[in-house]
């Protein structure tokens, strides 16, 4: 199970700083991810870092303004968000992959709730 929080209200220009966190024991052995999916659009890609941290690959979108993370200790990954836009608005989801490095949804086995971000402008 994934659990994502942090959710909010921030005023464009702003940050914002999600967490997900996972149950059992093989937290480590899988690649994270974020997505995010806006009102009346598909589910996106935003990014991803490998098992053991070593790896981390964004979105054009949204690089060198977010910044993904994680805490295999505390089966924690977190999405660090700055410089907001009104564009970043979406529920945003993570995921969790037996394969490293991909963006593709369906490369994704487990997915969280999801935690809303609203970027006023």
């Known amino acids: 199970e994934l659990v994502e929080t942090g959710g909010g209200l921030v005023q464009a220009g702003g940050s914002l700083n999600l967490s997900c966190v996972g149950s059992g024991d093989a937290f480590t052995t899988y690649s994270m991810a974020w997505f995010h999916q806006a009102p009346g659009k598909e589910r996106e890609f935003v990014g991803v870092?490998?098992?053991?941290?070593?790896?981390?690959s964004y979105a054009d979108s949204v690089k060198g303004r977010f910044t993904i993370s994680r805490d295999n200790a505390k089966s924690t990954v977190y999405l660090q968000m700055t410089r907001m836009k009104p564009e970043d608005t979406a529920v945003y989801y993570c995921a969790a992959s037996t394969v490293d490095g991909m963006n593709q949804r369906a490369a994704y086995d487990y997915w969280g709730q999801g935690t809303q971000v609203t970027v006023s402008s």
């Open positions: 870092i490998s098992w053991m941290g070593g790896s981390v």
